[in-house]
């Protein structure tokens, strides 16, 4: 059994209560703010009982190399710092988490850096870093005798729920705006056996559906306002670190839609760093599209302290997000780490998307207003030659191949969009030609190819 020590307190009022106390939306029955998850006994213990730093260090390690099915999770590997289940062989995993960090070489001497990196989250087994939070919360659904579970979504978190779901033997509920997600995205909701709703309206339409439906049925919700996800989607903190040697990076750059995934990293870094095991935490930036932007707004008109939904318009999909449900967790990993807050323009994500591309990496739409990001924030001495960097990849290119096939063909931006941009998108451009059946006809276009 494990020693379950957690305890849910609200982000707004600051009330706590127990985990099996929330309510079916988990919002605050007080002031209606969300949850977040908290371990009071680390705080509580003293001298040896607190977790040893090194002793994890270690532990953490050694079980890389093991062939236990939980050790080789890239979440359950850290399990010292979520006891969120009574027992850890309720836990549902695909072996998630452990994803690479690459260095991206030409990226970082086209902008004069010595060090960049790219966490990539679309190595996860359903293609997105969604699976470090489902395995979590999903295991707590499973734990508590849920038969149903449900998402609103714009692509990977239903494909994330349906694939834990369908693993632990559990049925799904996704309900998705129609004509607004990647075909990539739903096929895998489909394929694991989802029951799949599209609804004539945006995602923040179909989360407050899904709000009042989870109060009127036993249905357990699985988006980003669950504070379960959010303790799984911390763990690439931890693995961060691990590669750092446990010295963080400078800056961590992130992508944001719905705004948990930056909440969730800045909490995995402050709880490293209040048990020991970091000296610091690193910088977080937050990224989003131009025409999705309320967080952008919000840190222009009160720094952070309200925001105000907008009516959301990108082509990456999975941050087409209007209300962000965690934007108050996410200003304040902002406001304490000394990050920035900015957007980037359809253009920018779709030119940083092939740059990115061109490292032999493929990342979806989403994932690449973290370059953009960084070539805005160098561009503004922001961010030092000499300072480390790590861009957050959310999901794999092929979540969306219709947008990359779009952008190589030339039919992905309009005219307006591309204007200031032609030279920079015609030599990243790489599209299918068509030649006869001879070795001098693909001789003649391959030497026009190198000009």
Request: charged share 20%; proline share 4%.
């Amino acid at each position: 059994m494990n020693d379950n020590l957690h305890q849910l307190r609200c982000f707004g009022c600051g009330s706590r209560i127990k985990g099996t106390e929330a309510q079916a939306d988990f919002r605050c029955a007080q002031c209606g703010d969300l949850f977040e998850v908290e371990y009071p006994g680390w705080q509580q213990r003293r001298g040896n009982d607190r977790p040893n730093p090194g002793a994890l260090k270690w532990l953490w390690r050694e079980r890389r190399a093991s062939s236990e099915w939980l050790d080789q999770s890239g979440v359950w590997r850290f399990r010292e710092l979520l006891p969120i289940l009574d027992s850890f062989g309720n836990a549902m995993t695909l072996r998630e988490g452990n994803t690479p960090l690459y260095p991206l070489f030409r990226n970082a001497r086209a902008l004069g850096m010595d060090q960049l990196y790219a966490k990539h989250q679309g190595m996860n087994p359903t293609g997105s870093f969604k699976d470090t939070g489902m395995t979590a919360a999903l295991s707590v659904a499973k734990e508590r005798g849920f038969e149903w579970v449900a998402c609103a979504s714009t692509g990977n978190t239903s494909a994330a729920m349906a694939a834990y779901a369908a693993r632990a033997g559990l049925r799904s509920l996704v309900l998705i705006p129609e004509g607004k997600i990647a075909w990539g995205k739903l096929s895998q909701a489909m394929d694991y056996g989802a029951v799949t709703c599209q609804l004539k309206t945006d995602f923040d339409g179909c989360l407050q559906l899904l709000t009042q439906i989870v109060k009127e049925s036993p249905i357990y919700l699985l988006n980003s306002v669950n504070p379960y996800r959010l303790e799984g989607q911390k763990t690439p903190a931890f693995e961060i670190a691990e590669a750092f040697d446990w010295n963080v990076p400078d800056h961590l750059i992130v992508p944001g839609g719905n705004l948990g995934n930056s909440s969730a990293l800045g909490k995995g870094f402050r709880e490293l760093h209040e048990l020991g095991l970091v000296a610091r935490m690193p910088r977080i930036s937050v990224i989003q599209a131009e025409g999705a932007n309320p967080l952008v707004r919000s840190f222009a008109t009160s720094e952070g302290m309200e925001m105000a939904p907008v009516e959301a318009n990108t082509r990456a999909t999975a941050i087409r997000i209007g209300n962000p449900a965690s934007w108050r967790k996410a200003a304040r990993v902002i406001q304490e780490t000394g990050g920035w807050c900015l957007d980037v323009t359809e253009a920018e994500i779709a030119i940083a998307k092939a740059e990115i591309g061109a490292e032999g990496l493929g990342c979806e739409p989403a994932s690449a207003v973290t370059l953009a990001g960084l070539k805005k924030l160098r561009a503004q001495g922001k961010i030092a030659a000499s300072e480390s960097v790590v861009l957050l990849l959310t999901g794999h290119t092929l979540k969306d191949a219709d947008y990359t096939i779009d952008f190589h063909r030339g039919t992905l931006l309009k005219e307006e969009e591309a204007a200031g941009h032609a030279a920079e998108i015609s030599a990243l451009r790489r599209n299918a030609v068509a030649v006869d059946a001879t070795s001098a006809a693909v001789l003649a276009a391959l030497k026009e190819s190198v000009g």
